[in-house]
């Protein structure tokens, strides 16, 4: 940033994932009286905000001083995350958020039963933030004997790639997606899919690994 120039992607897919993170996002980042700053746009209001980037040192004090003070009134996740959004930024903060609140004393107390995480609004800023997959079928089988689709979306471009597939298991899939949407588009940063076993097996989570690909999933689904 002093030198005024961005990395090349070559360069910068040997960084850990929070740079990379800044990486894709470098057209947002400004520096303002020696403060840097992520410039974010309310998809609502149209209306452009400056989100300070925390450094590691004074995380946890920001999320205390959001959280844990009489005034700030201890909420859940959800809206510990919204709040801290219009002025604050870092990587993974939903997260950090999230194990901070999770082990507050004065929020476990107060729970007198046991009860289910809520959902947390998750927000992406940026192509390659997040990426979601999940694959169709069996659908009736091609002249190239393909019965299955699998399908890759950026949940900020909401641009979707979709590859025939002769069946769904964990290999055919992990393959599709290095060779076919990695070497296209670039290393995502999130990876979401279903509880399927050929995204939960050991290869694909391997493949996540190496590529350090944060992996989520969905909750499973509990009837009442």
């Given at each position: 940033?002093?030198?005024?120039e961005?990395?090349d992607?070559?360069e910068?897919?040997?960084?850990?994932p929070?740079?990379?993170?800044y990486?894709?996002?470098?057209?947002n980042?400004?520096?303002?009286?020696?403060?840097?700053?992520q410039k974010?746009?309310?998809?609502?209001?149209?209306?452009?905000?400056?989100q300070?980037?925390?450094?590691?040192?004074?995380?946890?004090?920001?999320?205390?001083?959001?959280?844990?003070?009489?005034?700030?009134?201890?909420?859940?996740?959800k809206?510990?995350?919204?709040?801290?959004?219009k002025y604050?930024?870092?990587?993974?903060?939903?997260?950090?958020?999230?194990?901070?609140?999770e082990n507050?004393v004065?929020?476990?107390?107060?729970?007198?039963?046991k009860?289910?995480?809520?959902?947390?609004?998750?927000?992406v800023?940026?192509?390659?933030?997040?990426?979601?997959?999940?694959?169709?079928g069996p659908?009736?089988?091609?002249q190239?004997?393909?019965?299955?689709?699998l399908?890759?979306g950026?949940?900020?471009?909401?641009?979707?790639?979709?590859?025939?597939?002769p069946h769904?298991?964990?290999?055919?899939?992990?393959?599709k997606?290095?060779?076919?949407?990695?070497t296209?588009?670039?290393?995502?940063?999130?990876?979401?899919?279903d509880?399927?076993?050929?995204?939960?097996?050991?290869?694909?989570n391997?493949v996540?690994?190496?590529l350090?690909i944060?992996?989520?999933?969905t909750?499973?689904?509990?009837p009442?």
């Amino acid at each position: 940033m002093d030198a005024g120039e961005i990395p090349d992607r070559d360069e910068c897919a040997s960084f850990s994932p929070a740079v990379r993170h800044y990486w894709l996002n470098w057209s947002n980042i400004v520096r303002i009286g020696g403060v840097i700053y992520q410039k974010w746009r309310e998809v609502k209001s149209e209306q452009d905000h400056l989100q300070l980037l925390v450094p590691a040192v004074i995380k946890k004090e920001i999320i205390s001083s959001c959280h844990d003070t009489a005034y700030s009134g201890h909420f859940g996740i959800k809206k510990s995350v919204q709040k801290m959004k219009k002025y604050f930024t870092w990587y993974q903060m939903t997260k950090d958020v999230r194990i901070h609140i999770e082990n507050c004393v004065i929020c476990t107390k107060s729970k007198n039963r046991k009860s289910k995480t809520g959902l947390v609004d998750y927000r992406v800023g940026y192509p390659l933030d997040r990426v979601s997959i999940d694959v169709i079928g069996p659908l009736p089988q091609t002249q190239r004997r393909n019965k299955y689709l699998l399908v890759i979306g950026d949940n900020f471009t909401r641009w979707m790639e979709v590859y025939p597939l002769p069946h769904q298991k964990a290999d055919i899939v992990a393959h599709k997606f290095v060779m076919e949407f990695i070497t296209r588009f670039g290393i995502p940063l999130e990876l979401h899919s279903d509880q399927g076993s050929n995204f939960q097996s050991e290869l694909f989570n391997a493949v996540c690994g190496i590529l350090e690909i944060t992996k989520t999933r969905t909750t499973p689904y509990h009837p009442a």
